[in-house]
Structure formats: structure tokens, C-alpha cells
């Protein structure tokens, strides 16, 4: 049993459909967003991210991504306003992104991908009992994704490229703490937002989409050494590197993404 699906050719985005019949539902993620058809909704007011009292715990490798989890018995850590009818508790972050000096991010802006794509996933804990639970209700999870585009290096960045050695192999983990996402916004909240879904199986359609329209800066160097992470385990002979762990953008079946007045 586990997951038998991947990014491979054999069990990537193309055959999830197969296993995750809702892989071709109408609320997929993720999607091209073409700015100028975007449609205003004045009354969508600004994002408003608490991450003051935020606890990081652990950094590991599952086999898909490296994924950074917090401590969410926590009320305080939330993610709240815009589209959001209440706070979102923060659960976890994790990274997509794309092979040497390919793109890798999930959404894509007219057409064009960045070099990779950090989401922060939240959880609806005002309307549902478990993280579990709510990843399975059309208001449960509001994600925030932030692209990264290649440049300079990220200063904060490095605090989470220094710890993937300790992580290389599929399965592992290690303690993380004290790291605050803060400090991986942009200068500006401003958004696009959408009814979506998680961008890998179980594709549940669970998912409020905010993405932000300003993209961080990380350095070539500090994105390979994503690329240096592995999706087998310690024990296995064959090395196979982590790299365009990116899902490729879906069918809007009419829907839109809206942004603030700007
Ligand atoms: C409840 O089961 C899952 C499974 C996978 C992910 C991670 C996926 S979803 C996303 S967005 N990006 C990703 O890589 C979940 O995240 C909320 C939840
Ligand atoms: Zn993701």
C-alpha cells in the first residue's frame, strides 16, 4: 500500500486519473492565471497572516517534497481575511519546483511558470475537528502559495537549504524549530485567489487558492540544492534525485479567479 504515484512517466500527472478519478473533476488545481481576465471583487478585503507565536517542529522528506510541519494545537497561528470566512490554522509548508534551469512552479501567470513555488497549507479548525477532516471539505484547507523566482540568494532561505542534507533520503526527518515562514513573504500581500484543490493525490476539491502576485528571490545555488534531495530510501542501491515535483496547471471549468480592487 503507500503511494504509488509520483512524477515519473509512468505514474505522474498524466495516469493520476486512474487511481484519483477526480484528478479530472472541474475543481482542479492548479491553474493559469492570466491577470488581465482576472475578475475585481471590491469587497474582498486584505490577507491577514498571524504567524507571531509560530512553532515549527520538524523538516522531512516524504518521498514527494520536503515538507516543514508545525505544532497547530496553537488557535493563534492563523492565516485569515480576503476570501477567508475565518482563520486557517497553519499546518505545514513544503516546496514544488523544476529540474537545472527548468521551471517548477505548480501555477503558472500567463502562460509562464517561476522556478519553483512554496505553499503554505491551513486548515478550516473553526468548522472541522481534524486537519484530516477538513482536507476533505470544499471550505476545509486555504493554501498560500508564494512563487520563487531565480536571483539573488534568499537570506532566510538558507536556514531551510542548510537543513536538506539532513534529509536526503525519502522518510527522513529531523528536528526544526523556531523557523517562522514570515520571513518568507514577499513585501506584498496582494493576491489572486480561487476554489481549487491539493495538487497531488488524494486531489481533494478542499482547497481556498490565495496566491501571492509578488514572487521571492532565491539563488540558483540555494534551489539545487533541493535537486539534492532524494525520492529513495537510505537502504536502496538506486539514487533517483527529487527534482519537477510540479503538477501542470488544469481546466478552469469556468471558474475565476478573482483579485481585490486594486
Ligand atoms: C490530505 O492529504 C494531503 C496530501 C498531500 C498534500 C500536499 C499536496 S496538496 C498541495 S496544495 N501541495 C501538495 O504537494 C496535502 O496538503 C494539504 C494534503
Ligand atoms: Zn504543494
Redesign the pocket.
Known amino acids: 500500500t503507500g503511494d504509488h504515484w509520483g512524477y515519473g512517466i509512468e505514474d505522474g500527472p498524466s495516469v493520476w486519473h486512474k487511481t484519483y478519478p477526480i484528478a479530472q473533476g472541474n475543481r482542479q488545481?492548479?491553474i493559469d492565471i492570466v491577470p488581465h481576465q482576472a475578475s475585481c471583487d471590491p469587497s474582498l478585503g486584505p490577507i491577514v497572516l498571524n504567524y507571531d507565536h509560530c512553532t515549527s517542529m520538524n523538516i522531512a522528506n516524504n518521498g514527494?517534497?520536503v515538507?516543514v510541519e508545525f505544532d497547530d494545537t496553537d488557535d493563534r497561528v492563523v492565516i485569515q481575511g480576503g476570501p477567508l470566512d475565518n482563520p486557517y490554522k497553519l499546518?505545514?509548508f513544503?516546496f514544488?519546483w523544476g529540474g537545472k534551469g527548468c521551471h517548477g512552479s505548480?501555477h503558472t501567470v500567463a502562460g509562464n511558470s517561476y522556478a519553483s513555488e512554496l505553499?503554505l497549507?491551513h486548515?478550516n479548525a473553526v468548522k472541522y475537528g481534524t486537519?484530516?477532516e477538513a482536507?476533505?471539505a470544499p471550505d476545509g484547507?486555504a493554501?498560500l502559495?508564494i512563487f520563487l523566482e531565480t536571483g539573488d540568494d534568499h537570506r532566510w532561505l538558507n536556514m531551510i537549504t542548510d537543513a536538506l542534507y539532513m534529509v536526503k533520503f525519502k522518510g527522513s526527518v529531523t528536528d526544526f524549530e523556531g523557523f517562522n515562514p514570515m520571513c518568507l513573504l514577499p513585501s506584498s500581500l496582494d493576491y489572486w485567489t480561487y476554489l481549487?484543490?491539493?495538487?497531488?493525490?488524494?486531489?481533494?476539491e478542499?482547497?481556498v487558492?490565495i496566491i501571492l502576485r509578488e514572487p521571492i528571490m532565491v539563488s540558483e545555488k540555494q534551489l539545487s540544492k533541493f535537486r539534492m534531495l532524494l525520492l529513495t530510501e537510505e537502504e536502496e542501491d538506486q539514487r533517483i534525485h527529487m527534482e519537477n515535483?510540479f503538477?501542470p496547471p488544469q481546466p478552469l471549468n469556468g471558474r475565476k479567479f478573482i483579485l481585490p480592487e486594486v
Open positions: 488545481s492548479p514527494h517534497s515538507i499546518k505545514q513544503h514544488h505548480e505553499h497549507v486548515w486537519f484530516e482536507a476533505t484547507l493554501v502559495g481549487g484543490s491539493l495538487t497531488t493525490p488524494p486531489l481533494y478542499s482547497v487558492w515535483n503538477r
